[in-house]
T-cell receptor
Framework: AQTVTQSQPEMSVQEAETVTLSCTYD???????LFWYKQPPSRQMILVIR??????QNATENRFSVNFQKAAKSFSLKISDSQLGDAAMYFC??????????FGQGTRLTINP | DTAVSQTPKYLVTQMGNDKSIKCEQN?????MYWYKQDSKKFLKIMFS???????INETVPNRFSPKSPDKAHLNLHINSLELGDSAVYFC???????????????FGEGSRLTVL
């Protein structure tokens, strides 16, 4: 059963605008991390941002921030001031066990100049 | 100095052949992984090793045999290759939470396997 769901296969945004990518998850862990990874055409997997589940404060990394709703098991990624270099596949990931990170299906983000 | 390196980056081979992919990490992590990314970009865990011991085997066909000679290396050998094995295979490492880490995966660049 899919435990990490990204409901938007594709998204597009105008350069300099803001876009939000959705992710919902399910886990039996009581203490876990959530991650967003970016995969540009080079295929390298790059960590964008991480969130520790017991921290209520939403994580922020420069133009990237998350909206973490633990009760709703929702973990969305907001990209502000979108840049052409943000174009990539974005994957949400959650722990299912200490040594197993499960990924969502991915969202392909296009930036329109 | 590359943190997680895997070789080769590309393999093209015929059905029925055997191939290997090597992976090495210099991050001092205890846990290493193989993930498979299919043509639809879906990333699925195949194996996880902790300090050379197999922890996770996600119902992968036994044609796939991982080997971890030490905690810095995890190799993947595939026997009798099939068309459906065509994919990108990613090696990754992490320091898991109970060992003081975050469980964040550090990925290699991926190895694209094409079976003809």
């Amino acid at each position: 059963a899919q435990t990490v769901t990204q409901s938007q296969p594709e998204m597009s945004v105008q350069e300099a605008e803001t876009v939000t990518l959705s992710c919902t998850y399910d886990t039996s862990e009581s203490d876990y991390y959530l991650f967003w990874y970016k995969q540009p055409p080079s295929r390298q997997m790059i960590l964008v941002i991480r969130q520790e589940a017991y921290k209520q404060q939403n994580a922020t990394e420069n133009r990237f921030s998350v909206n973490f709703q633990k009760a709703a098991k929702s973990f969305s990624l907001k990209i502000s001031d979108s840049q052409l270099g943000d174009a990539a596949m974005y994957f949400c990931a959650c722990h299912q066990g200490a040594q197993k990170l499960v990924f969502g299906q991915g969202t392909r983000l296009t930036i329109n100049p | 100095d590359t943190a997680v390196s895997q070789t080769p980056k590309y393999l093209v081979t015929q059905m029925g052949n055997d191939k290997s992919i090597k992976c090495e990490q210099n991050l001092g992590h205890d846990t290493m992984y193989w993930y498979k990314q299919d043509s639809k970009k879906f990333l699925k865990i195949m194996f996880s090793y902790n300090n050379k011991e197999l922890i996770i085997n996600e119902t992968v066909p036994n044609r796939f045999s991982p080997k971890s000679p030490d905690k810095a290396h995890l190799n993947l050998h595939i026997n009798s290759l099939e068309l459906g094995d065509s994919a990108v295979y990613f090696c990754a490492s992490s320091q898991v939470r109970f060992a003081g880490g975050t469980g964040e995966l550090f990925f290699g660049e991926g190895s694209r396997l094409t079976v003809l």
